[in-house]
Structures are given as structure tokens and as C-alpha cells.
């Protein structure tokens, strides 16, 4: 029994071979050695298992670089197609936006020229209003009180005698529930309304002074002067005289106005007289005119200005037209 044992191990050592290359399994760490040996068995299994050769993966390689180029060339055409909507997209956004444009400018002009017309009538119809600013006031002042007050107000502060013979269609407070709230009269006469203004503006030499009477000008208007006001300061600095005619502004021959468009200050109109050189014949009359007795008519030479008026700048005696001796 002992003897067929020892015969029996003696068999299997011989079949399992050496113990270096058949360690057995693993059941602790490994070594380096032992990975290596293991990595080296893969990959002579794999090569074995797979029997590729380098033609075989040259050939992948090319085919699946093949794919990718036609995949790449796809995606090229694909965007210069949306490349080329986005241009077409553009070019329409850009044509419609001029034309939006201009359309939006005709618009602005056509409702600036009705604010304009507009502001006209309005201005029109208070051609003959005046505000007449601080006099004090009650709650529930009747109209009568108020003309009762501002008849009171042209006799006592500005000196004018027929002040009750003025015909005036209302008076009235701006804002009724206000006690300092300005009077605006209505005057039936223009020359009534413009001799208080007058007086008023003889008598209150500022703007700034409590009691001041003023003309009833729409809001277009108020911003108008409003932008002058910077232009007639710098008229006063200099010396000039400047005059605020409704919405212009008058300094020596130039008349300046707010474009309302661009909310800037132009000037509108230029008379300021030019100096006219005269050639050499028109020199020569102009000096022996005098001295040879010439009777002809002078010519006056004009310039426009840009509101449409006519300026007279010089004189100037006409060219001598040729005369024709009849024989007889």
C-alpha cells in the first residue's frame, strides 16, 4: 500500500513539471518578476489566438483614415451650407435694416413737420394769452377775482392808465388749487396784450423778479429758448444785443434756431454784410463817376440769406452799354 503512494506522487510531480514555470496559483502579492512573466504569456496568447499580420493593420489603418476623411469632408460641406445661409441672412438683415432706416427717418420728418404744424396753431391760439406770475391768491378764486387782481396789478405796477378799458375774455389760475399759482388773461385786442407786455418787460428787468408777467408759449417753444438760452448768454458776454423773437434768437445779423431733430443750435439765417471788390472797369466808374458828371442809375448788389430776405451790400455804377450813333 505504502509502495503504490509513493509511485503515485512520483507520477504527478513528473506531469505538473518544475515549480519555476508552474508556480501554481497566486494567493499573495506578486512580484515583478511574476507580472512580467504573466504580461509576456498574454500577449504570445493573444498574437497566437489572433494571427494578425502588419499588412492586415496597415489596411485598417487606411481604411479607417478613409472614413474619417469622408466624414471630415461631409462636415466641410455642411458648414460653408450654413456658412453661406448665414451670409444670405445677413446681407437680408442688413438691407432691411437700411431700409428700416430709412423709412424711420421719412417718418421723423413727417412728425416733426406735424409737431411743427401743431405747435403753430397752438401758438396761434395764444397769441393773445399772457401769465402773469406772482399775485397771491385764495382757494376757489373765482375769474372774476382773478381779473379783478391782475386789472389791480397793470394799474398799480406797471403804470397803465386805460387797464380797465382793456378787454380781456378770461382770467383765470393755472392751477386753481394752488394760491401762487400764475394768472393766464386772454386779451380780446393784440395792441392791449403787447403794450402790457411792453411795460412789463420796462419794468421787470428779471426774470427771476416774484411779480413778472410772460407770454403764454407752448412747450415746443419753452424748450426752444431753453436751448438758446446757452448762445444769448454768450451774445451778453460779448457785448451784443441780443433779441428772443418767439422760438429765435436774433444776434446782429445772424438769427439762430433749435433744430429740433438733432436738439442742436443752428444758425438759420447770415445777413452780415460782404465786401464786394470791384474789377478794374467797375473801379474806374466808381471813381471817375463823380468827377465826369455820369447820371446813370447806381446798381445795388443784394445777398440772400438762407430765411429767403434780401440784404443791400454795395453800390455799383453799371457797365456803359454801347451806344449807336444814327447819321444824318
Not at 57 to 63: A, G, N, R
Not at 70 to 86: A, E, P, W
Amino acid at each position: 500500500m505504502t509502495l503504490r503512494l509513493l509511485l503515485l506522487l512520483c507520477t504527478l510531480l513528473v506531469v505538473s513539471g518544475s515549480v519555476e514555470s508552474n508556480p501554481g496559483p497566486i494567493t499573495g502579492p506578486c512580484t515583478r518578476q511574476q507580472k512580467l512573466s504573466q504580461a509576456d504569456t498574454g500577449q504570445m496568447e493573444i498574437n497566437k489566438s489572433s494571427n494578425c499580420t502588419n499588412e492586415d493593420i496597415m489596411k485598417t489603418i487606411l481604411s479607417m483614415q478613409t472614413q474619417l476623411q469622408s466624414q471630415i469632408s461631409s462636415m466641410n460641406d455642411n458648414f460653408k451650407r450654413i456658412d453661406d445661409k448665414v451670409t444670405n441672412m445677413a446681407t437680408g438683415v442688413t438691407r432691411d435694416l437700411s431700409l428700416l432706416r430709412k423709412e424711420n427717418t421719412s417718418l421723423r420728418k413727417q412728425v416733426n413737420s406735424l409737431e411743427e404744424q401743431l405747435d403753430d396753431v397752438q401758438s396761434r391760439s395764444r397769441r393773445n394769452n399772457l401769465l402773469f406770475h406772482g399775485l397771491e391768491g385764495e382757494r376757489g378764486e373765482t375769474w372774476d377775482e382773478s381779473e379783478n387782481k391782475i386789472r389791480t396789478f397793470m394799474k398799480d405796477r406797471l403804470g397803465l392808465t386805460n387797464a380797465d378799458s382793456m378787454l380781456i375774455t378770461r382770467a383765470h389760475r393755472l392751477a386753481p388749487h394752488k394760491k401762487q399759482s400764475p394768472i393766464i388773461a386772454n386779451f380780446v385786442i393784440t395792441k392791449d396784450r403787447n403794450d402790457v407786455l411792453r411795460k412789463a418787460k420796462d419794468t421787470f428787468h428779471r426774470q427771476t423778479d416774484q411779480q413778472r408777467v410772460s407770454e403764454d408759449l407752448t412747450r415746443q417753444v419753452r424748450d426752444d429758448r431753453r436751448a438758446l438760452s446757452a448762445t444769448f448768454k454768450k451774445a451778453q458776454d460779448a457785448g451784443e444785443n441780443p433779441k428772443m423773437r418767439h422760438n429765435k434768437l436774433i444776434v446782429g445779423h445772424k438769427v439762430y434756431q433749435r433744430d429740433r431733430v438733432n436738439n442742436t443750435v443752428v444758425c438759420v439765417s447770415d445777413r452780415t454784410p460782404q465786401t464786394v471788390t470791384p474789377d478794374a472797369d467797375q473801379q474806374a466808374d466808381l471813381e471817375g463817376g463823380g468827377a465826369t458828371g455820369d447820371t446813370r442809375d447806381p446798381v445795388f448788389l443784394f445777398t440772400s440769406g438762407s430765411d429767403g430776405r434780401l440784404g443791400r451790400e454795395s453800390t455799383l455804377f453799371p457797365q456803359s452799354a454801347p451806344t449807336s450813333s444814327k447819321s444824318d
